[in-house]
Structure formats: C-alpha cells, structure tokens
C-alpha cells in the first residue's frame, strides 16, 4: 500500500461509517399522489366492501332469477342509472332498467343484458339460454372486504396501486419520508449559468447537478446557497442550513489556505466522522455528523461531486425511503484497463447489452463523458490491471 | 373469428391508426434543471472556452519553466485566489502564490504542488524531479472548445449532462416538449376520495391512477375535471378541454343510454378515427381528433383505464417527447394460460429473473392484481393455449 495514502480510509470502511451513522427511517402521512413511487410504510385495510353495493356489470335488466321460469315476461318497473338508487324491493316476475355500475334493488339478484331482451312495452322477454342465478352482479365486498387488507407494508407505490386506494376512499397514505436535503456550494471563483463571467471565474455547476440527480429521485433540496472562500461567511451558512437530514457541500474541503469548509463545520459542531478515502474522483470526501444531520462534504470538482452523490449520498437516501434506486450488474468489460494500486476508481461507463465500456475523459473536473455515461463502473482499490472480458461492477445511474 | 367482434379492429390496426394521427413533435426551450430527464432537440455548442482561462489545477505557486534552472530560489510577488485574477505579467525567475482553480497570470506556464516546495521568507525553492512544463496548469479551452459541440441533439439529458451543460454558462436549452394533456373523467356515481359515499356511489380512482402514471413521466395534466352523466354537460366540459395535445375521457364510451362521450364527441367535431377494438380489458376504446387534438374515450373500469393508458397513451406521449419510458421483454411464462380466441388479451404480470407470472384478478373492475403488477402480459388475438415455459411479451410498466 502507497504511504501516501495512509491517512485515508477504504471506500468500503465510508461506506460502512455512513450506514452506521444514519438515522432510522421517518413515517409521513402523504397526499395519495405525492405518494406514488414511494414505499407503503403502514398496511392498507380497506374501511369499506368494494364493490360498495351489489353492483350491476352490464347495461341491461335486473330481476329475481327464482321468480323467472325461463320463459315468463317481466314486468319493468323503474330504471336505475349509476349513482342513483331504488328503495323499493322488487316482486318476483318484475325487472328494473339497470345500467353498468348501478345498484342491483333488493329483490334482485341476476342482470340480464341489453342485448338478449325482447322489449314489449313494459314488459321483456329473455332470451338467453346461459343466463345463471347472480349473472352480471358483482356482489357487495367481492373485491374487498371491509376490514381486509389491500397493499402490504413495504410494497412501491405504483400508479395501479394510486388508483387501487383511490378506490376503496383514502386520500393519505403513511409512506417512508424523503430526506430533508439542503446544499451549500462554496467558492469564490462561481457564477450562475445565464449570466456573463468575468476574468477568473467559472460557472457554478455543482448545484445543477445534485438538484437534477436529487430531482430524478422525487426529492427537491430544501435551500441551495452559495457561498465565497471566507470563513466567517461559511460558518454562518452551515449553521442557517444544518436543520436538515442531509447538509451537501461541495468545494472547499481539501487542505488549500481558503479551503474553509472543514474548519468551519468543525467550528460549527459538526463532528467528524472521516475526510478523505482512498478513491479516485473524491479523494477529499468529507462526512460528518451534527445532531442526527449527517453531513457531507464533497469535492469541488464536478465529476468528484456527481461520483460521490451516487456513491455515498443514493445509498443514504435509499436508507430514508427504503427505495432502491440504481441497479448494480456484473457486465464484462469491453478493453483492458489500467490504473495504479491504491485508490478504488469509479469510471464513467456506458453499457451495451452485457458490455460496459469504459470511457475516454475520466478526470474529475470533466464532464463531457459523464453527461452521456449510463453507469459508475468500481474498480477495487489494490488491482492494477483489467483485462478486456473480465467481469466488473457496474453501477447504473440512468432513471 | 367470432361474428361478435366484427365491429371492432384488432390491437394492431388500432396502434396504427394512432400512430398515423400523431402530429409532430414541438421544441421548446426549457429552464435547464426541467430539462433534465427530456431529450435534447437540439445540439449544444459552447459559447466559451473551458476553461475559460488557464487554471491551476493545485494549491501551490505558478511559475515560467524556463526562468527555472531546476535549483534557482524563485521570489514570491503576490498571491491569486480562486475567483480572483491578476494583470502582472510574470517575470522569469519569480512565482505567485496560487490555489486550485485561480488563473494562472501571464508569464507562468507550470503550478508546482505546494506540498514540493520549501518557503524561506519571500523565496521559495522547488523540490520536484517531476516537474514539467505545463504541469498542474489546465489550458484554456482544454475540456471544450468554444464553439465545439458539447452534446448532440437526440441525447437524453441526464443529471451529469445538466452539470457540463451549466458549466458552459448556459441556462435553457431547446428540448422535445411533453404533451399537454386534459383530463374529463365521467359518471354520476362519482366521488372523491376522503368523502364519505352514499348508497349507489363509488369513489373516483382513475383521474388519480392517470395522474399518477403521468407523473412517473414527469408531466402533470393541465386539467383535470369530472362531469355526470349527461349529454349537454358533457358537450360543455370537452369544449372547453379540447385545447391540449391529449384529451383523455375515462366512461360513458359504451352503449348505454346514458353513455353520452362518444355522441357528446361527435357534436364538439371530434372525428372518430376507431371505436371498440378487440381485446381485454378495454374493449369500447375510443380514439378520435379534432384539429390537432387526440382524443382517447377509455372505459370507466379502471384496470381498463390504467391499461390503455400503457398500450395506446404512452406511446403517443413517446413520440411528442421522443422518450422510450418502459422496456418490452420476451420472457417465459411461469404458468399455462388459456383464454378464448378473438380478443388480444392485456394481463397483469410480475416478473422474477427470465420469468413472468401472470396475476389472479384480472377483471377490469379488480385493482389489487395490477397494485402490485411490474408488466402487462400481452397475449396474442387468435390464440387460445400458451403453455408454461412458452415466451411471451413482458411489458415493463415500473419506473
């Protein structure tokens, strides 16, 4: 192991210090379509019989099947469209008019369609050799009953599953809350798209690309602010943004004379649990924890910044909404590689079938590859070379 | 074929037809943090150099390589921030001080690492047998070219692509627009979830199963109304609904007498492209338009709303957008199925691996199946027997 990495931990020893210092998940009562796509945190037991009522399926006639020899005319005595109802209960050898989704009368039990009734007058006659006892009525509670459950703790919310509770009355549903996510973006040099820059300074692009990652997972950041290479300003910020899950920095927390942010987060209470891991882009990571805010402290450079979101900030994320978002495959990777031991690589990738090829422009303050990249591909710390046909971990991060 | 389907066109014709009468896709240009998730319609170029300067790429001290002999002390003048800049040329023989991301001034070519240099007072000397000229020093111009493409037309924009979009500065790009779609759900046993119900109601599931599943794609409907059961009401509510790129109906498209949507559509001018197409659920679909407006009248049952909406809806929103939202697979059946030939059938299924299973429940008044669904299974018209282990086609519907 290179001694010039010794004051840095593994990417699997963060990974570990994260998860050990995350808080459990939080239950949030949610309007029903703010809740699709997130996890059901409490059984759904429906507080009514569905169908509500005997409910006629077909456009036709009502009647008793007992009192209809097969051959009999039917006395029609009222109609009954959907949404309205009748008091009276109906006399063997009467009918009513029905209509899909309308209440079968008491005295009822089977519909007959439109379709295979003569109508004379008042009167029908069927003609319908398989009519059966109970024919086109769906039964009250045949699909759920009062009391029974209808969607397990623990399943996705799906957009069948939004109408499925819509269905049987409830508006709100308790589901796995979201993080409370807050960023702060350091550095002098910044200046937001849209506007002219001048000598010396850069566009800001960091909050860009979290807002959009945080976007893709159903999450808007509760404030985003910018702040300059000062350290009284810094400090000021973190402490108006700490009330947060998730406080995200980016900049400012390498060893450089105006790299304030770790002084000042260390000056704010926040407590360190690592800086620095052994990992190529985001050597400088930072973590740490204030109350139950867990605080993360990214590199400026925006690949390092998007690397680390997907890398340690998802997994944290998933951990709030008991939601995986990105899939991790075994693919066999398309050209040797090499790189030196030490650091674990995370390597814009782009997937073909079972391929991933790794690609060109891996530096950490380019972006031009990751912006077409649909997965991270993890080379581990100490191997140095990679054959073309290998298997590698490839981690997509296209939603 | 059963004479009983005569009527009515097969799945394949039906798709077709849509397709047929799709207009084309619009551009419009959009705040680049709602871009993202959207295919780019146009290509990007880069309107600067980035860099936009050359920028030290360490905290250390920029220098001329060739006013440096490799042992000569260098005098220190001054000191450039990040964000700041200065307008001295540098002299062979001297140094400034300088941090990552600053400008390095004229004269200096080469950034030595701060960690490689002894400071005695004003001088500094160089312990670095590496060092080379232009070293630490990213050009200007050396990630994109102004002028060069950045992205080409056609590519989905992802959350790394907002990030190099922003660091060029630019604010909006010109992307393919989502439709804008209306919403008229109908029937007078209607209510919304969270009131209570009396006798012969129901609630109202499918504005929220349709705004959820288009949520999922990211597109919130313009407007979203309910009308009873009567024909002049009706006629209103679509007038005033036609001005959008999709007019979704749900009820009424049957042939009851109270099933007023496709009469009520006839006299607004919307002309009918087809009505009844030969599968299940979803049999009395309704496809028209009326200038450039399409017009979907799906069944009131809301397996068969939530199925059309993924067969006949989605593809159509797919070619405003030019986005492919849900993957198709051929997997195999973990089960034998028979049905009756005539109708293709739609079957809510739930993949595992290379398998599919397909769910009990699948009436298209049942939701609870297609709650907990990842695909539809589509069946094919004439045929009557598949066979475990036989493969089929696997509709993804989970994003």
């Given amino acids: ?46 507080p009514i019989d569905t169908p509500p009522f005997d409910q006629s399926a077909m456009d036709g006639f009502a009647f008793s099947f007992d009192g209809w020899n097969g051959k009999n005319e039917l006395f029609v005595t009222e109609e009954i469209q959907a949404g309205s109802f009748s008091n009276n209960t109906l006399k063997p050898g009467h009918a009513v008019r029905i209509f899909t989704g309308a209440p079968v009368p008491k005295g009822a039990d089977s519909v007959v369609m439109q379709e295979k009734v003569v109508i004379n007058g008042q009167y029908i006659s069927i003609d319908d050799q398989m009519l059966s006892k109970g ?17 397990e703790a ?6 069948a599953a939004v109408s499925l509770i819509a269905g049987i009355g409830i508006a709100d549903v308790n589901v796995f809350a979201k993080p409370k996510i807050n960023i702060i973006v350091t550095g002098n040099e910044l200046v937001k798209p849209g506007h002219p820059i001048s000598e010396g300074q850069i566009y800001e692009s960091n909050s860009y690309g979290l807002m959009a990652a945080l976007s893709q997972l159903g999450i808007i950041p509760d404030s985003v602010v910018m702040v ?44 360190k649990v690592f800086h620095k891991v052994k990992q190529k882009p985001g050597k400088p990571l930072f973590f740490g924890k204030k109350g139950s805010t867990l605080v993360f402290g990214l590199p400026g450079n925006p690949a390092a910044v998007m690397t680390c979101f997907y890398e340690y ?43 991933v090829t790794i690609l060109p422009g891996q530096e950490s303050y ?24 290998e298997s590698v971990v490839a981690k997509m991060i296209v939603r």
Same sequence: chains 1, 2.
């Fill in 313 to 355: 900030i998802v997994p944290v994320i998933s951990r709030f909404t008991r939601k995986k978002y990105y899939k991790s495959l075994q693919l066999t990777l398309a050209q040797s590689y090499g790189k030196k031991p030490g650091l674990t690589h995370f390597l814009k990738g782009k997937t073909n079938e079972s391929y």
């Fill in 154 to 159: 623990g399943v996705l919310i799906t957009p």
């Fill in 228 to 271: 300059g290479d000062e350290e009284d300003e810094t400090i000021d910020k973190i402490m108006s943004q700490l009330k947060c899950d998730i406080l995200i920095l980016t900049g400012g927390v390498s060893m450089g004379n105006y790299d304030f942010v770790t002084s000042a987060l260390d000056k704010c209470g926040v407590t």
């Fill in 1 to 46: 192991m290179s001694l010039y990495y010794i004051d840095m931990i593994s990417v699997i020893e963060a990974k570990k210090l994260i998860e050990e210092n995350c808080e459990p998940s939080r239950i949030i009562l949610t309007p029903l379509l703010e809740a699709c796509g997130s996890i059901l945190a409490e059984s759904i037991f429906s």
């Fill in 135 to 151: 024919a086109n009525v769906r039964l009250s509670g045949s699909q759920t009953k009062k009391g029974a459950i209808v969607l």
């Fill in 366 to 389: 380019l972006m031009n590859s990751f912006a077409v990249a649909d997965c991270v591909v993890e080379l581990e710390e100490e191997k140095e070379h990679f054959n073309a046909g």
